[in-house]
């Protein structure tokens, strides 16, 4: 049974914020278009070569002009696609509209959108019966893996669109519901996160490739792509000053090491916090100064968390900033900063001071600025990564779909790497977009670097 299809005659399937929003939409998204060639020529492949001709797709993404340029690809190579958000406050209602109005391509996404709503989009995204699917955080695989395992009393209020939808099937069709299911790729550090620990515990039901996990994707993506708009969304919100500022970053992991580096090139004073000692020492080493965040939340004036993890700054961290400290997260889930603990300490809160801005006059009477509502500030405040960056990684999501089709039934249940041969491909075009040359190993070369006998 359908959950929701607000379908109107001649566009597809959507429940988007407002239609009449496509011709502004088709403008973003064709901007984007222009500086992603290597997505480009794996269009123009797909266009020829139809590797996803009769598939039913269902992709889980943050709803923005760049991925608007992915999901075109796919549908060029045959994909009956449905797109839905991943994050309640990084869809692009303009490019939700005119992917539906201009390219026919079904969209369930509205930005702002309540948690029920989410979840509802989430069914939606269910009920298209995929035989491939997508994430940006492994929330769609792991509503399909909960009502596998028979587990919906794990579905909180909030997700009660989706415990619905899997009521009205019987227990033993819950348990093969997605076996038609060919695969899914996971485009994020959390999601891979998240969906190693289901193989761990044996629940994973088809396999994934790990998108994130290629270096056509982490090195370039979450590094340069999320340096740049982390910065991005903190001065669109806030247009303060970074030069002379002591900046506090949560996390030198991918993301990390390019927001230290895009604030360190601003003028800040960069702190970095860590728990790995490695990670630490190699920001030592880079020139940043390292130290726990009990002591970095006295210094700070701004605090970008980009951990994966929880509960990074919490009521101590708030207690002992400075007044007029601006808090924001870029990492994937809204659990970085502990806005309850906030809340405890908080008199008055102004929700908008600016857009994506909130002020918390706290009873000590110290004022701290949220940025993003604690939801990843370069999605909520600012338009996510350039589409120059994104090329590289939505060029390897299409390709991995493609390898993931090609091989049906071969592959384990389990978190699988994109192939060598995929990210040799992206990195060769990227490059040739570029106009930059490489040279080529002579025949000397490689025959001894595959040997041993020549030493001192
Ligand atoms: N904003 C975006 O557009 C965007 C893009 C890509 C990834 N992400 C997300 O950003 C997060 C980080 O991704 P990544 O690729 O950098 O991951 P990563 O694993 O390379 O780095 C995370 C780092 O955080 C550190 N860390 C963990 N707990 C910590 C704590 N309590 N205090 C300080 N440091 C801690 C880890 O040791 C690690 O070095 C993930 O949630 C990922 O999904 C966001």
Redesign the pocket.
Known sequence: MPVVATATAGVSRHDVKDLALAAQGKKRILWADRDMPVLQQVREKFERERPLQGLRMAACLHVTAETANLVRALRAGGADLLLIASNPLSTQDDVAASLVADFGIGVAAIHGEKPQTYYKHVAMALDHRPHVTMDDGADLVSAMVFIALDRLSAFSENQKPVRDWAEKLSPADRKHAFKDVIGSMEE???GVIRLRAMEKDGVLQFPVVAVNDAETK?FF??RY??GQ??IDGVIRATNMLIAGKQVVI???????KGVALRARGLGAHVIV????PV?ALEAAMDGFQVMP?AQAATKGDLFIT????KH?IGKEHFEVMKHGAMVCN???FDIELDLVALNGLTETMTPGVRHEVDEYRLKSGKTVYVIGSGR?V??AAAE??PPSVMDMSFATQALATEYCVKHKGKLPNAVVPVPREVEEWVATAKLASMGIGVDVMTAEQKKYGESWEHGT
């Not at 916090?273 to 790995?276: A, K, M």
């Open positions: 994020t550090t959390t982490h993506d979450n792509g999320t708009s982390t949560a996390g030198y992991g991918w993301c990390g916090t860590e728990v790995n990670r965040m980009v951990t994966g993890n990074i870029s990492g994937h990843l370069n999605l996510g990564h």
